[in-house]
């Protein structure tokens, strides 16, 4: 049986090591040509002009020969092996190229092909056959609908891009322009680049995961560079992430981010969690950090490349003007980075060397200290580096143009400087970044600094942003918890009269179940439901309420109602006989008339809840990640301010806390005006026990607690609604 989000798939086997497709020792260019524009002749040349160290088979059944090599009518004619082949004709050859490289036991394929799942169901069958086929032949497919890869250490660059820089970087993009871009920039910009390129396109069998698994495991990747627009398999890349994080970063740009959700959902959670809001935390718990945009991708990389990590968020900024300086520090406080107090020892050694009007606090303003003697940059690093509050420094400002600016001899003493910088770096161990004005001119003494490592932008928010991830990353790994991986435990927790009352909703032909149903159910888990009573005519209502003492809720109880208060169908407050018998009348007559057809089970009668803070805890299916939790500020401000949070189940305590603490108003449960602060672990315990029911029933679509009402000292569920997937779910 086959549990919700779990998908068939496809599996190679023992092909599954990527090691023989990226070091393969021979290449078949199915589509080879003597037609510089195609791909079939970029690629070739590529393989001859790099010096490419295996055997290089073109497949051509039109040629004799291409670039000096042999061409072969089909891969059939092939005389050798054929470890890797990289198939450049349209997509309807394919299947019959699958089937040939069967037959020579090829490893894997580069299907650059597009017309498969990119285009509609059509194509998607056609990729789902093509996957099929290859995975009972042996084959691994990158692709389709890929540029290709590139590994720089094999000289195997099947893509036909010239020139690309050697680094430590692997790059995975579905897009052959954003790669491009990065590429580009790499060059013009950067003293590192890239070990790896893949053209991962459409995910139809490599997925983003297996390549995590691999590049987490290669000993020359430092870090590995994303762009995302679909996870075929979310979750089991949030595991593989999680695990690959732990060893070296990783940084991802999401695109797609605006997509919403379903309009039509049927409970605040489904309407409120987007896409954005649920990969952003879900990358954030994994240890992913996301940049926000594509310009960042490249220099948040290439920090993470080559910067030690900051031990803690605390850094200095070092500027040679005010303006920069408060910019600088604006950027990174609303990052959340520490700009921390410089010991008393620190302000006294800088105040020796710098100008009476300098500025001591953190940021240091040099003010014009260093226009005759850019040397004392380096001096002022290293007082501050070694101020035991300072773990990292940014550098903001003239740096490298002063020689430009002032004088011509003023460009030795920055290059001096800059000599200094990078070998402070090297002995402290803290990491030094730079924002230049002059870096659009290269000075000798910027590239001083790239070459010891030491990053140079020429935007200040790209710097700042350098030193979040920086931050970031240094964080996650202090406080990495062990319990909040994504390894979902179907069944976890199933108590048998929980699944009864699910089963008899599907039984029924229901996919929704009515409240009582729903406040039965987290009754069963533990939670705090107050007691409640169905009725179904007004003088069982009077006798619910005179057994509740009154002080009652009355609402109306129907599958086919979901938004009570739309309906007219809630009633509060209700004190004595009389309001309950006119309220179980006028409750009744709301919701026909709003909902003639509705199937109408009576009304439910529950005790009023003390004040508190009212609060919203809920799941929804996510697409790409499976169950998800939403917590925030509930009632009628959850539609009005959306102020939530979100975390993929299952979540721990540790991540159960981090939702509180995350959303905008998180301050309100501290306690305000004289009333005592909320009951934070009632609400941490009650996440838990939603991530616990969304795992216990693989039934379940989406969850909605809300109002929970939460107090000093507990909390109460007032409303519960949940929602089922269809009868073929059980």
Not at 116 to 145: C, H, S, T, W, Y
Not at 426 to 431: A, H, L, N, R, S
Not at 501 to 507: E, R, S, Y
Not at 528 to 544: F, K, M
Request: aromatic share 8%; net charge negative.
């Amino acid at each position: 049986m086959l549990l919700p989000n779990e998908e068939i798939r496809f599996t190679g086997g023992d092909n599954l090591n990527l090691d023989r497709i990226f070091k393969a020792e021979s290449i078949a260019v199915i589509g080879a040509s003597k037609n510089e524009a195609k791909q079939g002749y970029k690629a070739l040349a590529r393989l001859v002009e790099g010096r490419y160290e295996g055997r290089i088979y073109p497949v051509n059944p039109k040629e004799k020969t291409i670039l000096g090599l042999k061409c072969y009518h089909s891969v059939l004619d092939v005389p050798g092996d054929i470890d890797l082949a990289l198939i450049t004709t349209p997509a309807h050859t394919v299947e019959t190229i699958i089937e040939q490289l069967g037959k020579k036991g090829t490893v894997g394929a580069v299907v650059i092909a597009a017309g498969f799942g990119e285009v509609g169901d059509e194509g998607k069958l056609f990729e789902e056959e093509i996957i099929k086929l290859a995975n009972e032949n042996g084959i691994r497919i990158i692709g389709p609908n890929t540029p290709g890869i590139i590994v720089i250490e094999k000289d195997l660059n099947l893509v036909g891009l010239t020139n690309v820089p050697e680094g430590n970087i692997a790059l995975l993009t579905q897009s052959g322009n954003i790669a491009l871009n990065l590429i580009t920039e790499a060059n013009l910009k950067s003293q590192t680049g890239f070990n790896y390129y893949v053209g991962v396109g459409n995910e139809a069998d490599i997925k983003f995961h297996e390549y995590l698994e691999y590049f987490s495991e290669d000993p020359d990747t430092k870090v590995i560079l994303m762009y995302v627009e679909g996870l075929r398999e979310g979750r089991r890349f949030l595991q593989e992430a999680s695990k690959t994080t732990q060893v070296k970063p990783v940084v991802l740009y999401k695109s797609g981010r605006s997509v919403k959700g379903s309009k039509s959902a049927g409970s605040h959670t489904g309407a409120l969690a987007g896409i954005s809001e649920v990969s952003k935390s879900a990358f954030k718990r994994a240890g992913v950090f996301e940049v926000n945009n594509p310009g960042e991708m490249f220099p948040v990389a290439e920090t993470l490349a080559l910067l030690p990590m900051l031990k803690d968020d605390s850094i200095a900024i070092l500027a040679d003007g005010g303006g920069h300086a408060t910019i600088a520090a604006d950027y990174l406080t609303d990052l959340g980075i520490k700009l921390p107090e410089l010991t008393s020892e620190t302000r006294d050694k800088l105040a020796a060397i710098l100008p009476d009007n300098a500025s001591l606090d953190n940021p240091v303003d040099v003010a014009g200290g260093t226009d005759r003697d850019p040397t004392i940059f380096a001096d002022c690093a290293k007082i501050l580096l070694n101020d035991e509050n300072i773990q990292g420094l940014l550098i903001v400002g003239l740096f490298g143009g002063y020689g430009i600016r002032f004088a011509k001899n003023l460009s030795y003493m920055e290059e001096d400087a800059a000599h200094r910088l990078g070998k402070l770096m090297e002995k402290m161990q803290k990491p030094i970044m730079l924002f230049s004005l002059y870096d659009y001119a290269r000075p000798h003494s910027l590239e001083l600094l790239r070459y010891y490592n030491i990053p140079v932008y020429d935007s200040l928010e790209i710097a700042c942003k350098c030193m979040e991830a920086l931050s970031a990353y240094g964080s996650y790994l202090r406080e990495y918890d062990k319990e909040g991986n994504f390894q979902l435990n179907w069944r976890f927790g199933v108590i048998p009269g929980g699944q009864n009352i699910i089963d008899t909703a599907l039984a029924e032909g229901r996919n929704v179940l009515l409240e009582y149903e729903a406040r039965e159910l987290f009754r069963l888990h533990g939670a705090p439901v107050t007691p409640d009573y169905l009725a179904t005519s007004a003088d069982e209502a009077v006798t619910c309420a005179e057994e509740l003492g009154y002080n009652v809720a009355m609402k109306i109880a129907s599958p086919d109602i979901l938004h009570k208060s739309k309906a007219k169908g809630v009633m509060l407050g209700l004190n004595d006989e009389p309001a309950v018998r006119e309220a179980f009348h006028k409750i009744i007559s709301n919701c026909n008339q709003k909902y003639p057809e509705a199937d109408i089970k009576g009304c439910l009668l529950t005790n009023m809840s003390k004040k508190g803070i009212e609060t919203v805890v809920g799941m929804k299916t996510d697409d790409q990640f499976g169950p998800t939790i939403m917590f925030g500020l509930g009632g009628i401000m959850v539609s009005v301010m959306k102020d939530v949070s979100f975390q993929v189940v299952p979540v721990s305590e540790y991540w159960a806390k981090v939702m509180i603490d995350e959303i905008k108003s998180s301050v309100i449960f501290e306690g305000f005006r004289g009333r005592p602060p909320s009951d934070k672990d009632a609400i941490a315990k009650l996440i838990l026990t939603v991530s616990e029911v969304a795992q216990a029933y693989p039934q379940i679509k989406e969850i909605d607690l809300n109002p929970v009402i939460v107090h000093d000292q507990g909390l109460t569920i007032v409303d519960a609604r949940v929602i089922l997937k269809s009868a073929d779910c059980r």
